[in-house]
């Protein structure tokens, strides 16, 4: 996994190659892949055979191909793929520069660069075009020796752009920035516009070769130049396929020049002109013609082009255009086909332009004349035909005009060298011709551009075999039996040998009678037996095929005659020749000069071509050539887009697989000493790096000798040691074996310490763990441990202690059974003294009654026996006195009766009050068994307040809401509340169940009922022995009654102004009343009262000083006071308040809690007075 590996998927294309893949993995016998497009495939094992491994070179890349361990096809294309991936697109193979068209700005063309580059070997900067540049320009100054560069490649690799980057490193490395200089730099613009066009391959494509020598003269400084053109494509002018333009000059013409000369040429825009629009576009992206119109005028001004000249191109150009908008009219004429060009602008602009008679040029274009025995014979054209004499006679003139610019170029920016040989002048040229090219139709132009090819492919190959020979000379290999083909066999057959396929297209456009198919057949008869020939299948095809060094290319060799002849109708050059422009004349001179006959003989296109490839080998072949393989990674123009088929096509059109092919044939391996030691001295144990070795060739000797063995074909020279592939491959895989031992050596040791660490990281930590682990564990058991302990403890003393307290307690209960058993003996023993008592006197009483009774009867009686005896007496007086007595008997018995009549009476009457006592009783009894309505009881019991006018600071109307009260306490009915209850039968007396009504019925003094009353009390409610309780209560009732509102304030009698009530009220009231002071005082009091004052006034008086004796006027602090409270100290020195001054509600509730509830009372029990006084309702009521 993770392995590169060679896969060939053997489609049987032609263009196909193995593709690089690496494994991701292998299952049960098969290997998945993905290849460097990023494709998956599986390999099953009987597939095995189509992948390889790959050599490790082939992996990441190498600079110089020649390196590669797989050096084929393949290996040349992967390698270019990742480098062009990696924005790497120059590479080497050998001194052969192969670049890559990014299709995109890179920054690799700096001044910087330039600087870089400058005098570096080839090989110490990475591949550059710069770096070729700068190997010819040192090379020509060191060597003394004329350089060359051949540029090569499809249209659209980037041939143009390769040759404008060389020339400008050598004007800047020249360094002169001379005018010469910027000439020969300026020739390129002009020469772009005449002979560049759109094509569907490349915006900017060149339609002609060119051959750039630059001079320098012996400092290296640029001297002059010449430009040789070669095949300018002629057809462009006429034609153009769909979305291709014709050459750029007519557009950038149409676009930049002023509406003023423009409206002189008759000219309007490019989509009104035939020539222009006929592929259907006129404008090309990345293109501002306008600009680059203005570009060309300026560069023209530089190269000398004067204005005339400037002017009278144009009118040539717009001459074409308008020819080109000729409108033909197919005619008859006696039988013959004819035609007629009618008449139109364009046609006098164009005779305008041309300056010739308008009917001169219809009839030229028209018809043709011929000279027969003498005579001249004017013979009308075919529609067809004048179309093509037109579109000739464009073409023409294009052409001419081409190569008298060129000229015009080269008349400016060339210097004949000079005959002084100190002033030697050295030269670099630059060949950008168009490359090996098979369409699916080529024609005539398609066979001289191959035959150049072939040329400088023979060029090429030569080259790289002398430079392997210049190797193993240098080296002192014994090279002898390396052999290599050339195509020299191609090249004698197309052009060196007698009859070759040249001269026989010559020899048949020559010959009068000449056609494409006898010329065809010659072709046939005389080269059939060639291999490099393809001869027509059949009678009736019209192609032959030639075996180039890139493949086979396949001519049609309809037109090739028509081409090759080049030549322009006599009546064509006449009417030049009449014409009054000196400009065409002048293009034309030479075909003006020469006569019809020798026109004839003129030399054809081929031959001419031939001639100049011929002085172009020559001149290389005096060079030291460099090589620049261009290529084309795509057909669309778009960056990082690697099409494979395309590459290899191109890759084997540039021939650089003979190089690869003569260095097989050799030693294709070679490794410096110091590259082999550090390569493979892994392979023999105890080699030092090489740095560290003294003899490095002994060690190379060695070392092969020991791995390749003695006797095996590899050599070594004097810098380098010469391997053949399977030596490579033999030490490549001894190496991968060596270096693999290595690294499991070293996998192991350190997958051993890596392991080793990290069990012992892991076994601390680990331990760490368990420490802690266990620390916490035994703190837990620890901690539950001694809860446990605790609640031990605390179990066992609770226990201790509950026995403890259980024994206490028993033994208190004991006690206190006790004590409570003597306290209740005691108190029943006092109650039954008690019981006792009270029957004593109830029976005393009961006995005493009725002994009163008796007594009162008894006297009664006696009375009436007193009566009885002195009534007798009288009536003795009167009567006898046994009659007296009679009378006095009746009278007797009648007050007798009298008296046992009122007796039964009172008994009746005492009866029927008992009974209604009684009654009274029931009833109450059932009332409290009735539920309590709390609202009734409250109305009921505070019901009062209302009738007696409203309380301070509450009369007026009740606020909202509480109206229904308001209403409620004046509807109450005004009791009688005098009207005391009788007191029940003292005999019939329950004293069982103590209800209110029931306790105030027994216990209330005088009068008073539980009932309400608004008289002031005139005695307290309840019996009390002590006389201060008595005033006490009686001053409380007072309080409650005031308090309640049912008895006026006290008069405002004098303004308390010491700020007792600042004096918490509560300790004012405990000290007003402190019990001892309050009985001295009171005693005092009484005893002034009972001393001074008649019986009368004595109540009221001491009443009077009793009201004194409420707030104490003097506050004392506070600690005071606390004692005062706990222990019932006092010491009120008078009060007033009762009398003295109205006082608050506050002040009264304090006045009542202090007396009535807290002050202790001293009737018998612990309650308060209050409580004592009132019962539980006054009590209720009170707080
Ligand atoms: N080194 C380069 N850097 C950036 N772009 C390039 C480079 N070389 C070529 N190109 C691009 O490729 C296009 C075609 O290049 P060029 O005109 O040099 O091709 P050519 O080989 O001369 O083709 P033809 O044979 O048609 O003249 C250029 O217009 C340019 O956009
Ligand atoms: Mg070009």
Redesign the pocket.
């Known amino acids: 996994i993770g392995d590169y590996v060679w896969m060939d998927l053997r489609s049987g294309q032609e263009f196909d190659v193995p593709i690089g893949a690496v494994v991701k993995l292998c299952d049960s016998g098969q290997i998945q892949v993905v290849d460097d497009e990023g494709n998956e495939h599986w390999i099953s094992p009987q597939n095995a055979t189509h992948i390889k491994p790959m050599h490790p070179t082939s992996v990441h890349g190498v600079e110089d191909m020649i390196r590669l361990g797989d050096l084929n096809e393949a290996g040349i294309l992967r390698n270019l793929l990742i480098r062009y991936r990696d924005h790497l697109?120059y590479t080497y193979t050998g001194s052969i520069l192969v670049?890559v068209?990014?299709?995109?700005?890179?920054s690799i063309y700096s001044p910087e660069h330039i600087r870089q580059y400058t005098n570096k070997k080839i090989g110490e900067m990475p591949p550059h075009i710069f770096a070729i540049a700068d190997n010819c320009y040192f090379n020509m100054k060191r060597n003394s020796r004329d350089q060359c560069c051949i540029i090569s490649?499809?249209?659209?690799?980037?041939?143009?752009?390769?040759t404008k980057?060389i020339l400008q490193f050598l004007a800047a490395i020249s360094g002169q920035h001379s005018w010469i200089e910027q000439q020969v730099l300026e020739a390129t613009p002009i020469l772009e516009a005449f002979g560049?066009a759109k094509?569907i391959?490349?915006?900017?494509?060149?339609r002609f070769g060119k051959y750039i020598d630059i001079h320098f003269n012996k400092r290296g400084a640029i001297e002059g130049a010449k430009i040789e053109q070669y095949l300018l494509e002629k057809s462009r002018v006429c034609r153009q396929a769909p979305d291709e333009r014709n050459y750029h000059v007519f557009y950038c013409m149409l676009e930049g020049m002023s509406e003023d000369q423009k409206k002189k040429l008759g000219l309007g825009q490019a989509s009104d002109y035939n020539y222009l629009a006929m592929g259907n576009c006129v404008t090309c992206e990345g293109r501002v013609d306008s600009q680059e119109y203005a570009n060309i005028r300026s560069a023209m001004k530089v190269l000398m082009f004067t204005d005339t000249e400037n002017w009278e191109i144009s009118k040539l150009l717009a001459a074409i255009l308008h020819l080109g908008n000729l409108q033909y009219e197919a005619r008859t004429f006696e039988n013959l086909d004819a035609c007629e060009v009618l008449f139109s602008p364009s046609l006098a602009t164009a005779a305008s332009l041309l300056e010739v008679n308008p009917p001169d040029l219809m009839s030229c274009l028209t018809s043709r004349t011929l000279i027969t025995r003498g005579e001249t014979v004017s013979t009308p054209l075919s529609r067809e035909q004048a179309l093509d004499v037109r579109d000739a006679f464009v073409k023409g003139i294009y052409g001419r005009l081409f190569v008298w610019i060129v000229d015009k170029i080269n008349a400016a920016i060339y210097k004949p060298p000079s005959q002084d040989v100190k002033n030697s002048r050295r030269s670099i040229g630059l060949l950008?011709i168009?490359g090996f090219e098979n369409f699916a139709v080529n024609s005539f132009e398609q066979l001289c551009i191959n035959f150049a090819n072939e040329h400088l492919q023979q060029f090429f190959v030569r080259h790289v075999f002398k430079l392997e020979q210049e190797e193993y000379d240098l080296e002192s290999i014994d090279w002898l039996h390396i052999e290599f083909t050339d195509n020299q066999d191609a090249l004698d057959m197309i052009a060196n040998k007698p009859m070759n396929i040249i001269s026989l297209i010559d020899e048949e456009s020559k010959f009068p009678k000449g056609t494409d198919t006898t010329m065809l057949h010659k072709l046939n008869s005389q080269h059939k037996l060639n291999a490099n020939y393809i001869p027509p299948k059949n009678n009736h095809e019209t192609q032959f095929g030639i075996n180039h060094f890139a493949g086979v290319v396949y001519y049609e060799t309809q037109g090739f005659l028509e081409k090759n002849r080049d030549t322009l109708h006599g009546d064509i050059i006449q009417l030049v020749h009449s014409s009054r422009n000196k400009f065409i004349k002048q293009i034309f001179q030479a075909d003006v000069a020469m006569g019809a006959e020798t026109r004839k003989r003129s030399p054809t296109l081929s031959s001419q071509f031939k001639r100049s490839l011929e002085l172009l080998m020559r001149t290389l072949g005096a060079c030291q050539p460099f090589f620049v393989r261009?290529i084309k990674p795509n057909e669309f123009?778009k960056p990082m887009l690697f099409d494979r088929h395309l590459c290899v096509r191109q890759l084997r059109y540039s021939g650089m697989m003979e190089t690869i092919r003569i260095r097989r044939a050799g030693y294709p391996i070679r490794y410096s000493f110091v590259e082999f030691v550090e390569r493979y001295r892994v392979l023999l144990p105890g080699v030092k790096p090489a740095y560290k070795q003294g003899d490095l060739r002994g060690t190379c000797q060695r070392m092969a000798e020991t791995v390749l063995g003695t006797h095996d074909d590899w050599q070594i020279g004097k810098t380098k040691i010469f391997l053949k592939d399977h030596h490579d491959m033999l030490l490549e895989v001894e190496r991968d074996k060596a270096i693999t031992d290595r690294v499991i050596l070293l996998q192991k040791v350190i997958r051993g310490f890596k392991d080793r660490s990290n069990f012992l990281k892991l076994k601390n930590a680990a331990t760490l763990i368990q420490r802690h682990w266990r620390g916490h564990n035994c703190r837990k058991n620890y901690g539950l441990m001694r809860l446990g302990f605790l609640r031990l403890q605390a179990l066992h003393r609770s226990r201790k202690l509950h026995q403890q307290y259980r024994l206490a307690r028993q033994r208190i209960i004991q006690f206190q059974a006790r004590c409570r058993a003597y306290l209740v003996r005691k108190a029943f023993r006092h109650r039954l003294w008690a019981v006792l008592t009270v029957q004593a006197y109830a029976r005393g009483m009961i006995a005493r009654r009725l002994h009163q009774r008796l007594r009162a009867e008894y006297l009664r009686r006696l009375e009436a026996e007193k009566m009885r005896l002195a009534e007798e007496e009288k009536l003795r007086k009167e009567m006898s006195a046994k009659k007296a007595k009679e009378e006095a008997e009746r009278k007797h018995q009648e007050r007798l009766a009298q008296l046992a009549r009122e007796d039964a009476e009172r008994e009746l009457k005492e009866k029927e009050a008992a009974r209604r006592k009684k009654e009274l009783l029931e009833q109450m009894e059932r009332a409290r068994h009735e539920p309590v309505n709390h609202s009734d009881m409250v109305d009921k019991m505070f019901g009062f307040l209302g009738t007696s006018g409203g309380l301070p600071g509450q009369e007026g109307q009740a606020p909202s809401g509480f109206e229904d009260l308001e209403r409620g306490r004046r509807e109450m009915v005004e009791e009688d509340l005098d009207a005391a209850l009788p007191l029940p039968d003292e005999d019939e007396e329950d004293l069982s169940e103590y209800k209110f009504a029931k306790f105030a019925a027994t216990y209330f003094q005088g009068t008073t009922t539980h009932s309400y009353t608004r008289r002031p009390l005139k005695q307290p409610l309840l019996y009390h022995d002590d006389e201060g309780d008595q005033l006490a209560a009686l001053a409380v009732w007072i309080t409650i009654l005031r308090f309640m509102g049912d008895l006026p304030e006290p008069k405002y009698h004098t303004a308390m102004s010491d700020g007792s009530e600042k004096i918490p009220v509560m300790t004012k009231i405990y000290e007003t009343l402190g019990k001892k002071t309050y009985k001295r005082e009171l005693q005092a009091l009484q005893g002034e009262g009972e001393a001074q004052l008649p019986e009368g006034q004595k109540r009221s008086s001491v009443r009077h000083k009793l009201v004194h004796l409420t707030l104490k006027k003097k506050s004392k602090l506070t600690e005071e006071v606390t004692k005062r409270l706990h222990d019932g100290e006092s010491t009120v020195q008078g009060n007033s308040m009762l009398e003295d001054r109205p006082t608050s509600n506050l002040e009264k509730l304090h006045f009542i809690i202090g007396n009535g509830i807290l002050r202790p009372a001293g009737a018998p029990g612990p309650e308060s007075l209050l409580m004592a006084e009132c019962g539980p309702g006054f009590g209720f009521a009170a707080s």
């Not at 068209?101 to 890179?106: D, H, K, V």
């Not at 490649?153 to 390769?162: F, I, R, V």
């Not at 391959?201 to 060149?206: L, M």
């Open positions: 697109i670049a068209n990014p299709y995109q700005l890179l490649g499809e249209s659209g690799a980037g041939k143009t752009e390769s980057l560049n094509t391959r490349n915006d900017n494509s060149s950008d168009f261009c123009k």
